[in-house]
């Protein structure tokens, strides 16, 4: 329940400063954790996690539709929303330290083909979950079974 408390905070400071596109973003954030919180999976750190990435998801790719229609006030808005939500993620890992992980865990699945790329990503999307994107950990187990 810390992430809805910091939120919390994060509002009343955001409307104090008339800061609308942080506002925004974190009322969406707040919206996003009610919502977990009446949902019949239930609310854990887990599923918090898992919004909050789905958001900064969703709000990348309508930007970059935002670019491909000319459209970069929109795009920056966007962005700008994308850029306060990721502040309450954990920080994300660099391709090199996935790379170094996902051969981790190759080697301890006994993984030898691309044959092998669902039990690689099985146990690689619970290891790095919510430290790394799951298309940069899909393509680098991809580029690693295929030596």
């Given at each position: 329940m810390a992430l809805e408390e910091k939120i919390n905070a994060d509002i009343k400071s955001a409307m104090l400063a008339k800061e609308a596109a942080k506002l925004d973003a974190l009322r969406a954030i707040k919206s996003a954790i009610l919502l977990l919180k009446t949902s019949p999976e239930g609310y854990s750190d887990d599923t918090e996690l898992k919004a909050l990435q789905k958001m900064v998801k969703q709000r990348k790719e309508t930007a970059d539709v935002y670019k491909t229609q000319n459209r970069q006030d929109l795009a920056d808005v966007e962005l700008s929303q994308a850029a306060v939500i990721e502040a309450y993620l954990p920080k994300q890992m660099s391709e090199d330290e996935i790379r170094t992980e996902v051969a981790a865990i190759i080697s301890s699945t006994?993984?030898?083909?691309?044959?092998?790329?669902?039990?690689?990503?099985?146990?690689?999307?619970?290891?790095?979950?919510?430290?790394?994107?799951?298309?940069?950990?899909?393509?680098?187990?991809?580029?690693?079974?295929?030596k």
């Open positions: 006994g993984a030898s083909s691309p044959a092998d790329m669902g039990k690689v990503m099985g146990v690689a999307t619970k290891q790095l979950a919510g430290k790394a994107d799951g298309k940069v950990v899909s393509s680098i187990v991809k580029e690693l079974l295929a």
